[in-house]
Each structure stands twice: as structure tokens, then as C-alpha cells.
């Protein structure tokens, strides 16, 4: 009697587990969706079929995942610890699945960070790591800095590359270096201006990204702490379009050093030196060590850039 309570309770057990799979995928897509609606039409389900399966997860582990608002659902702590847990593990059972129908399956890498990240010091990374683990599945999201940090908080991505945070600590940090902003203009339209380098701001156009972007925000506190106060200031969302813009004649622009070393060689560009130079920012690679941990995250930061990358001091 004893022998068979103890079978039907593992195999129980074991039921229950499977059964739950289902309900945690559901359970993925309302929090992602934050919405019982917008998940059960990507999930091609019924509404009152997605709400009866949350509910009866939230019965089985005796503790409530969301918060029901006017205009859909967020998680409640408790649902969060939940969402992280559940997202990891279905993630493993995927890559499990996929390395037992290809021997040749590497495992997968999500990458985050900033498009101009991207262009001048992601890319030389990519092109090696591909020469060299060309069978991993890999997703590049293009984001602000601001966004891969929270989307490496959430678990939803491997591998962020971004400005360095304040609170590094909480997470494993690879530097990369520093860069350097500088104003670069044109020589011609240097000429037009009769003044100091260090007061030509109250004169000439200066071309920022715009006011969200965390690099402007930056330049914002450097100018703050410099009683600068920019007279014109024209505002674009690229940093590629501050280097075009500089490069027309249109105005003075604030770049980062290293992506316009050509144009500073050529003498295309010029840069305005002042007296007190904006300060560098360091970048790096952010990651968390959990377990099981992905090697290709590893693999990726050792990899050794071709020679064609932007070189960071």
C-alpha cells in the first residue's frame, strides 16, 4: 500500500509538471503582451480560455501573478521571479529540442545595443564570431542603451553591448575602452565664425542627437556644468546624420571621436578643441552569470575583432 502511494505521487508529479508547460507558455505571452486579449489572438486561442488557464496556474501555486488593470495586466513581484524562471527554462528546452534534431546545433546568443554601437564596434565582432561559430542562432536587437540594460535585467536577451552603467556591479561587465565626444565641423565653416573656440556655441549651429538619447544627455550635463548655453542647437535621432551634417556645412556637430577618424585625417573635418574637453565614456559588454550558463556569450566578448573595426582607446 505504501509502495503504491509512493508511484502515484511521482507520477502525479511528473502529470502535473508536463500539464503546467502549456500553461506557462500562455503565462509568457500575457506578460509579454500585457494583455489577456493581445494573448490570446497571437496565441490563436480563445480570451476566456487564456483566463481560465491563468487562474488555474495561479491556483496550482497558491499565489497571485498579475494585477488586473482597466487596460490589461502587469505582473506582481511574485509573477516576475515566475516569468524569469519560466522564460529561462522553456529557452533550454528549445535549444535542447534543436540540438537533438541537428548535431550541428551551437546553441543561440541575443545580443542587444544601440544602432551606432552596432555599426562601428558590434559588427567586427559578428563578422569573427560567425567565422568561427557559424552554427549559432543569433538575434541582434537594435535598441538604445537604455532599453538592452533593462532587457538584460528581464532575461529577455544574452548579451548587451552599452555606454557602461552606473551599477555595473549587479552584473559581469567586459570593457571595451573609452571614447571620446568631440565638435567637428567643416574648416569653411569654421572660417565664418570670428571667436573662440570655447564661445563659438553661442554663435554657430550645433547639431546634438536628440533630448532621449543617453549620449545627449551626457552632452547636457557637460554643458550644464560649463554654463554653456548653445544658441541654435538643430537635433537628429542618428549620430551617422550629425557626421553627414557636419560634413555639408550645415553646423557644428557632436560626435564621437573614433567614428570620424578618416575625416579628421583627410582634413574633411575639423575638430573644435576646447579648453575643457568632454569627458570620455567608457563602453563594454554586460552580461548576467546565471546558470546554466551560455558559453557563446563567452565565445563572443574573446573573440578577437578583424581589423577593419573602430579601434577604442
Known sequence: MVYKRYINYNYGGVMNTFDNLTKYKIFLSVAEKKSIS???ASLYISQPAVSITIKKLEENLNTTLFIRKSKGVELTEKGRLLYDSAK???QMLSDTEKSLK????AGHLRIATSNVLCKHFLRPYLKEYLSLYSDTDLAITCTSSAEAFVMIEKCSIDLALVVKPPNPERFMYHSLGMIEYIFVCTPAYREKWDCQNDEICEYANIMLLDKDNISRKHINTYYAKNNIIPLHILEVNEMDMLIEF???GIGISCVVKQFVGQELETGCLMEITLSNPVPPREIG???QDIQPFNDNILKFI?????ANGV???
Open 302 to 306: 574573446h573573440a578577437k575583432p578583424v
Open 285 to 287: 559588454f554586460l552580461y
Open 102 to 105: 541537428s548535431p550541428f546545433y
Open 246 to 248: 557636419a560634413k555639408m
Open 38 to 40: 493581445k494573448a490570446a
Open 311 to 313: 579601434s577604442i582607446s
Open 88 to 90: 529561462k527554462a522553456l
